[in-house]
């Protein structure tokens, strides 16, 4: 059967091979990975998610996403993996181990972080209970045999949205400061990544202490932290914090990509004031900015982009028109900041060391080669900071933030990022 597309369609017209909208999610047992057990959870698991079985496909000159009644491979690799070739018999997602490490990647226009968790807490459950051997309790995970909600199904963004005239919060649409033009580091393809871990108890104290969440106070340590090194600059810092719109749409369990953003702008009026007030300025910026009238403004703002695209007569019409938007919305921002909560997998935590979320927001072919993702399981917060570029000099800023507001941490390892890669649909067609 064939999906036409909607809430995933500028995503994939977006899509290259330099910006392939993946991430990966990585989970670290506390023992070595039974590949044979994995293949099992990850068979029964994919029962009860029909619509992440999906391979990209074509109708009436229109790319669009069908069911793919091909078996899910379980990989045996660490390296990143290519979504919806071979390698993965067509599939948009793929789970694959390393040592005590599983991997779930996935094609950002299939799903988000909101959706993914749920598919990850039922094949850690299947894992976990077989390879350990324990009965772990069920309470609030999809099990497979259950039956499949068609409000997972359907496309909240599709809905007709009316204007909303006392909407009169404006999102920043003007150049934001560039670590590209900054002079401090060249921009390479090759991304790193360094893993930082934060106790969540002593964070969630600061974080109370000086009115700040914990997706608010990251993203003003990394403002403060560029800012400073870049004192005398043009335009200002602007973080794009992600931010889940099912709220908003009432719809809290689509499993549609639905994620905007709010946009942080560290200006001259508020590096005056104290730390405390920075983060009740931020805080104020995402209660206005991720308000429901808002948000929906914003997805009726999507859906003349549909519209429009609609209209464009070719392919390659439509791709440019959302390749040339992507570029001129990342020359708002700076850098990234996402959250999409605690991951909360239940009785398999214990079974779980570190988990972590890479996705490819930060790229060397865009105007912002910064993204830092924050996850939190089992009394910590981890801290992704990827970049594109070898110095050190704004993780070492970012860090001094940390250290001036005595929050304990540790930078567990860095390595080489290894987000998925995303075919290239396009010269396949």
């Known amino acids: 059967m064939k999906h036409k597309l909607f809430s995933e369609i500028r995503t994939v017209y977006e899509t290259t091979l330099d910006n392939p909208h993946t991430f990966r999610v990585t989970i670290k047992t506390k023992d070595m990975v039974d590949g044979t057990i994995l293949r099992r959870a990850t068979g029964t698991t994919v029962k009860r998610y029909p619509y992440f079985l999906m391979k990209l496909g074509w109708d009436q000159g229109e790319v669009c996403f069908e069911d793919n009644e091909a078996p899910m491979p379980v990989i045996h690799a660490d390296g990143p993996i290519t979504l919806g070739g071979k390698e993965t018999n067509g599939h948009l997602l793929c789970v694959s181990w390393w040592k005590n490490k599983i991997h779930v990647d996935v094609y950002h226009a299939l799903t988000d972080g909101g959706g993914i968790y749920n598919f990850i807490k039922t094949l850690l459950y299947y894992y976990c209970s077989e390879y350990y051997g324990k009965e772990l309790s069920s309470k609030d995970i999809r099990l497979s045999g259950d039956p499949v909600d ?49 106790n969540e108890s002593e964070f969630m104290r600061f974080n109370l202490s000086n009115d700040g969440s914990p997706g608010t106070i990251i993203s003003l ?47 001259d009026r508020i590096k005056k004031l104290e730390l405390k007030d920075q983060a009740t300025s931020f805080r104020g910026m995402v209660a206005l900015q991720s308000d429901p009238d808002v948000v929906l403004e914003e997805i ?9 695209l609609d209209q464009l007569p070719t392919t390659e019409e439509k791709r440019r028109y959302c390749i040339d938007r992507m570029d001129r919305m990342t020359s ?5 900041v996402s959250y999409v909560g605690n991951a909360d997998m239940g009785d398999a935590e214990y079974y779980i060391q570190e988990f972590h979320a890479l996705p490819s927001t930060a790229l060397p072919s865009s105007a912002t080669p910064l993204t ?9 917060f981890y ?11 704004y993780l070492n800023a970012f860090i001094q933030e ?17 987000y998925p890669r995303m075919i290239d649909m396009w010269s396949n067609k």
Request: net charge positive.
């Open 221 to 267: 340590f990394l403002a403060r932290a560029i800012d400073k090194l870049h004192p005398v600059k043009k335009d200002p810092v602007v973080i794009a914090m992600c931010v889940n719109q099912r709220k908003a749409l009432k719809a809290p369990l689509a499993h549609q990509s639905l994620v905007g953003d709010v946009r942080l702008v560290y200006g």
């Open 332 to 336: 708002y921002f700076t850098a990234t």
């Open 402 to 418: 940390l250290r001036d507001n005595n929050i304990n941490y540790d930078v567990l390892y860095q390595e080489q990022n290894k």
């Open 372 to 380: 830092l993702e924050l996850s939190a399981m089992n009394g910590s």
């Open 150 to 198: 068609e409000r997972e199904w359907i496309d909240p963004a599709e809905r007709s949205i009316e204007e909303t005239p006392l909407c009169a919060v404006k999102k920043w649409s003007k150049p934001g400061f560039q670590i590209a033009d900054g002079g401090l580091v060249s921009i390479n393809k090759k991304g790193i990544v360094y893993n930082i871990r934060i």
């Open 300 to 308: 009726r703002e999507y859906q003349g982009i549909v519209k429009e």
């Open 383 to 393: 801290v992704n900071f990827m970049q594109f570029f070898k110095d050190e000099c």
